[in-house]
DNA sequence: AGTAATTACTACTTAAAGGTAGTATTAATT
DNA sequence: AATTAATACTACCTTTAAGTAGTAATTACT
C-alpha cells in the first residue's frame, strides 16, 4: 500500500515550487538537480502537470515552470487524482468491482474509517500546508 | 494509493477459507472457480501462503489446502507483510528514504495519523473479522 | 503396480510502470 | 538571421507485476 513512484514525484516538485515562490519561474534543470529526480522522467511529469492546469510553462530560452494557482489552492488530493493515485469512494480495498453499502465486500467495514481520514487527508492538505519548514526534499 | 492484485487474493482466498472451516480441505480448483482467480496465479500465491506458515498443503490425490493456524490468530497486516505491501512504519509516504520526527518528509505530520489509523486496522482485523456475514467473495 | 488427482517447481509470456534518447518547437539574445 | 536555452513530443528500452504452460512429485484408490 504506497503511493507510484510518479505520485511521489509531482508531490515533491509541486511542494518544492510552492516553497520558492519568490523566484518566478523554475526550470526543469534546476528542479532535478534539487529534487534527484531523472530529468527526461521529471519533464514527462511536468507536462502532466500541465496538462492538468496545476502548472503554468514558458517556452524557449528563459523558460520554466510555475504554479498556474496559489500554493493553498493545490490540493495534494488533486495531484493524485492526475495519476489515478487518490483514493476514490466507490474502490473496494480487495478489488471486486464497485463496494458500497448494499454490497460490500469482506472488509468494507474495517475500510471504511480509515479510507475517510485518508481522503480528508489528501483533500485538505494544501502546498501551503506542505511546503518548506526545513523538511527533506 | 491501493494493495497489489496479489495481497487482494490473497485476503480473499484465506477469508473464504476462513469461512469454510467446516470443510476440512479446500482444494486450488475449488478456490479458483468460487473467487474467480486464475487457476495458474492463485496456486502460485498459495504455495507462498504455506511458505509463510499461514496455510498447510496436503499433496496427492484428495489434497487440498487448510488454515494453519484459527481464524482470528491471523491478521490481515500478516497477509500484507508476505507480499511487502503493509505499511511500515519507516517507510516514507514520498519515497525520501526512511522517514521520522527528526528528518521528516513535507508530509510526514499529515501522514502520521492516517497511517496509524491504518496500521492498526491491518494488524487488528483476523480473518475470523472479516469472513462470512454474506459479503462479497 | 498403475492410474488419477492433487500440490510444487521451473520457465516463459504479457502488461504496466519507470526511465531514456533524440528531435521538434518556441522564444530571447546576439 | 543565427545561436542558444528552454519545453513538448514521439519512440524506445528496462524492470516489475501479473498471468500462463508444462512437468515433477506426491498420495489415495483400484
Known amino acids: 500500500?504506497?503511493?507510484?513512484?510518479?505520485?511521489?514525484?509531482?508531490?515533491?516538485?509541486?511542494?518544492?515550487?510552492?516553497?520558492?515562490?519568490?523566484?518566478?519561474?523554475?526550470?526543469?534543470?534546476?528542479?532535478?538537480?534539487?529534487?534527484?529526480?531523472?530529468?527526461?522522467?521529471?519533464?514527462?511529469?511536468?507536462?502532466?502537470?500541465?496538462?492538468?492546469?496545476?502548472?503554468?510553462?514558458i517556452r524557449g530560452r528563459d523558460g520554466g515552470y510555475q504554479l498556474k494557482k496559489v500554493a493553498s489552492e493545490i490540493k495534494v488530493d488533486d495531484i493524485l487524482y492526475i495519476f489515478n493515485d487518490n483514493i476514490s469512494d466507490k474502490q473496494c480495498l480487495l478489488g471486486i468491482g464497485v463496494c458500497n453499502k448494499l454490497c460490500k465486500c469482506s472488509m468494507h467495514d474495517q475500510w471504511m474509517k480509515p479510507k475517510l481520514q485518508l481522503q480528508k487527508m489528501f483533500q485538505e492538505s494544501s502546498l501551503a500546508d506542505i511546503a518548506g519548514e526545513g523538511s527533506k526534499i
Do not use: G
Open 1 to 57: 500500500m504506497n503511493l507510484s513512484n510518479t505520485s511521489q514525484y509531482a508531490i515533491r516538485i509541486l511542494a518544492y515550487m510552492a516553497d520558492k515562490q519568490d523566484s518566478t519561474l523554475i526550470n526543469a534543470t534546476m528542479l532535478a538537480d534539487a529534487l534527484i529526480i531523472p530529468y527526461k522522467f521529471l519533464t514527462k511529469i511536468m507536462t502532466e502537470l500541465v496538462k492538468a492546469n496545476l502548472v503554468v510553462s
